[in-house]
Structures are given as C-alpha cells and as structure tokens.
C-alpha cells in the first residue's frame, strides 16, 4: 500500500447515532442516547423562552450538543493529521428545515472550518419536544439589547464591563457554561450587574455510560457550541449584534502561530465569526453579525482601559488556565497552572496594564526560578508539564516574533481584510501595530523577570 494511502486509513472516522429515550440505537461506532449521554435541561432552556419552545430552537440546540458530544469522545491521532471523519445521525423536529442545500452547506461550512474536520450530517424525524419551564430570563426588551459569549476569563470580564459602561441602559445576556455562577460578576462592587443577566448551555454531556469516554481535550467545537447558543439568545432579544471578548492576540494570534500539526485555531477569528453570522441568519431569517470589539488591542491594553475607568475590582476571581483541571490541583482545589499560553498572557497583561498579580493564584506560581520545576511547590513537574509550558512560551516568543515577517503580515492581513470590512493596508497597519504592542509587554514582562528565569534562559536556547 503506497504511504499516502496508508496515512488517509489511519485518519480516524466515526458513525455517531443520537437516539431517543425508547427508540432503539442503528449499529455506529459511537451511540448517544438523548437523556443519558446528552441531556436537554428544561429549566435552563426554559429561561430562553416567553412560550413553548419554538422546533428550530429545540433543534438547534440538540444539534450543538451532538456535535459536542461527537467531538469529545472521538480522538484525534495528530501524528498522522489533525482531521477526522465524522458522521452524526440527529433527530430533529424539521428534517426538511436542516436538509434544505444552503443552510447544510453553511452548517457543514462553519463546522469543518472551526474544528479543521471533516463533518457529515443526516437528520431524521424527533418524536419529543423538550419540555421547558417557562421562567425566561430573555424578556424582549422595549428597546436594543446586546449579547455575549462569557468565559470565566479576563477578556469577557473586562469587554462585558466596558460595553456596559459604553452603553449603561441597554441590556446585556451573557451566555455562560452554567456550570456554576461566575463570581466575578456575582461579587462585583462596581455597580454594573444590574445591566447584566446570564443564561447558561441548556444542556450538559454526560460520560459516566460505560460505552462513553471523553478521550478528546481539544474541543474546538465549543465555540461553535457557545456561538450557536448565543444566536438563540439574539434571536429570542431581537439582537442584531454579539460581542466577541478576544483581545487581538485571543483572536489572531493562535491564527498565526499554529502549534505542530494543528490546524489553524480560529475560534475567536472574524472569518469563523462571519461564517457563523451566516448560519444564523439562515436558521432564524435575521441581520445578525459579530462584533470584535478588541481585535486591534491586545489583552493588557484591554486591562489598562478597564482600570482607568475604574472597573477593574474583582479581576482576580477570573481564571485564564487552559490545562485540564484533573492535572491542575492543589489542596484538592482547582488552581491556574501559571505556565500555560493562557496564563502567560494573563500575566504578561496584568503586568503591563499595572494590576498586582499578588492577587493572582497559580501552581507554578515563580517564573523567576530558574528551572520549572524550582517554580512550584507540592508538585513534581512532570514531562508532560514542561512541554506545555515550553510550548507556551514559544508562542508568546512567535507572536512577537512576527513583527519583522512582513510578508507573511501581509498575506495575512489580505486573508482578513473581507471579514473585518477595512482595507488590507488598514489591516496590515492595525495587525502590525497589535504584534508590536504584544512584543513590546512581552519583553517588559521577562526583563521584569530576569536573566536567570527559566523562561528567559529557555528562550536564549531556541533562540
């Protein structure tokens, strides 16, 4: 068998079929039984809804977690090429809605281009509706209404104040994971949160079924999930607009600087952005679009902006770690790693806008110690430890690095320039001056460092 044929029967690929509670599963590689494996909660989705809840909200939102559910449980082999090939079978309440030519091809358009897969989707007819408690958190304001995708991160605290502030009698919906209330919002004292109400993913995975294990962390469909999500939430306030938090290194820079044999991340990029305005716009007939209010800023200018309005209070309980909490502990409590890309850039940010990172908690908590392992304490570093935060760190060196590829800006910035509606001049301008910015904090934060950080000292190597 000639190599290449030999590489493309080793790219995984998978028949999931998503059932209903007394139906009987087809034969497929992977079942997910609707109420077991995927469960609609009907108190969170009911908090979308003024009435029952309309069959193309239902389905929506079962599609979203089939496509969760899909991503989750099948792993990639990277070595061999990041894609796979994934079939879900999904019962809908409007099979023909989902079949229809354009709004498939977008669906399929948004989901291969975000998660770098291979999608194929078929529908068939749902036999039960989600019941909901009609409690709705979505009342359809009098007037505008504004709504946003909400992590526990510095970059949604910081935008969600901002815009509030920017805009004091418009309402705001944050759409968060639900799991638990954010209390960076909850416990502010900055006297925004009455402006401010959240709904939460009206449905939760489940992996204690036997036949079930998540053995995929990239997940790159969450943002999918939380974008098609946040459209129900626009669509139920008559939204026109929804704010992406990313600052302009969130956005563009995993973009730019791809790690091994990844695909480009675009989660937060305007191009996966315009795609799924798009898809939206056809699923609910509205003039839906995205707005990345921070693009051309990085993190830490964000920060300096928020505290020089004087609502910065509360930073500290955001978390920006991106390591699997089963690896990131101590006392048996969830920790920020401190080394991860995410953690980096938080500190780096923090230490540029002139917010006291004593505040802050992480587990690798002394960048300059001289080794990794010196920089914790209760906790062996392991192998696996040292490439990620290696890997880290050579991002946030790349990103800067980019300053000096002009060329390579500039295809960029022409690849960019129809989803942001600028110029690609104005785009190379803007993109130049946001890699300066970020090469310019990142270099303050390792002088702050030192010489004898293993950072620096790891740097001075692959340099």
């Known amino acids: 068998m000639r190599p290449e044929l030999l590489k493309e029967s080793q790219i995984p690929s998978a028949d999931v079929d998503v059932y209903e509670s007394g139906s009987r599963p087809r034969r497929a590689d992977y079942t997910c039984k609707i109420g077991r494996d995927l469960t609609i909660d009907p108190e969170r989705l009911g908090h979308y809804c003024l009435t029952d809840v309309e069959p193309v909200v239902d389905d929506l939102v079962l599609i979203a977690g089939a496509i969760a559910f899909t991503d989750r449980v099948v792993a990639r082999r990277p070595s061999i090429a990041w894609r796979r090939n994934l079939h879900v079978s999904i ?6 809605r989902w079949q229809d030519a354009a ?9 291969d281009y975000v998660t770098g897969d291979n999608w194929e989707l078929s529908f068939k007819l749902r036999r039960n509706k989600t019941p909901i408690k009609q409690q709705a958190l979505l009342p359809i304001p009098n007037g505008a209404a504004m709504v946003m995708p909400f992590s526990d991160g510095l970059d949604s605290f910081a935008v969600s104040r901002l815009i509030t502030a920017q805009h ?6 944050l ?6 209330k954010n209390r960076a919002v909850d416990e502010s004292n900055a006297g925004l949160g009455t402006m401010m109400s959240r709904v939460a993913i009206p449905f939760n995975l489940s992996s204690k079924h036997r036949k079930v294990r998540f053995c995929e962390a990239s997940y790159r469909s969450r943002a999918f999930v939380f974008g098609v999500i946040a459209g129900v939430a626009a669509h139920h306030v008559g ?3 929804i704010y992406v938090a990313e600052s302009g290194q969130g956005s563009l820079g995993p973009w730019l600087t791809p790690v091994g044999n990844e695909a480009p991340d675009v989660r937060m990029h305007p191009s996966f952005t315009a795609r799924l305005s798009s898809l939206l716009n056809l699923i609910f007939g509205s003039t839906l679009s995205h707005i990345h209010s921070q693009l051309w800023q990085t993190k830490g200018e964000t920060l300096k902006a928020l505290a020089e309005r004087g609502l910065s209070d509360g930073w500290w309980l955001t978390s920006s770690c991106a390591r699997d909490q089963r690896y990131v502990f101590l006392n048996n409590k969830r920790i920020q790693c401190g080394v991860c890309a995410g953690c980096l850039l938080r500190r780096e940010s923090l230490f540029a806008a002139n917010l006291s990172s004593e505040l802050d908690r992480y587990l690798w908590d002394d960048l300059q110690a001289p080794s990794l392992g010196q920089a ?31 060329g390579r800006i500039r295809t960029a910035s022409e690849d960019l320039s129809p989803f942001v509606n600028q110029d690609s001049n104005i785009v190379e301008a803007n993109l130049i001056r946001l890699i300066a910015a970020h090469a310019s904090e990142w270099q303050m934060f390792r002088s702050m460092l030192g010489s004898q950080s293993f950072i620096n000292q790891w740097l001075d190597v692959l340099q």
């Open 168 to 173: 004091p009698n418009v309402p705001l919906f």
């Open 103 to 111: 709004l498939y091809r977008q669906l399929i358009c948004a989901l």
């Open 239 to 241: 939204a026109n607009s």
């Open 376 to 406: 914790v304490q209760e906790r062996i570093t392991t192998p696996n430890d040292e490439r990620q935060a290696l890997c880290a760190v050579h991002e946030m060196q790349g990103f800067g690095n980019m300053v000096s590829e002009v």
């Open 91 to 96: 019962p809908v309440h409007e099979p023909a």
């Open 175 to 180: 759409v968060t994971t639900g799991k638990h």
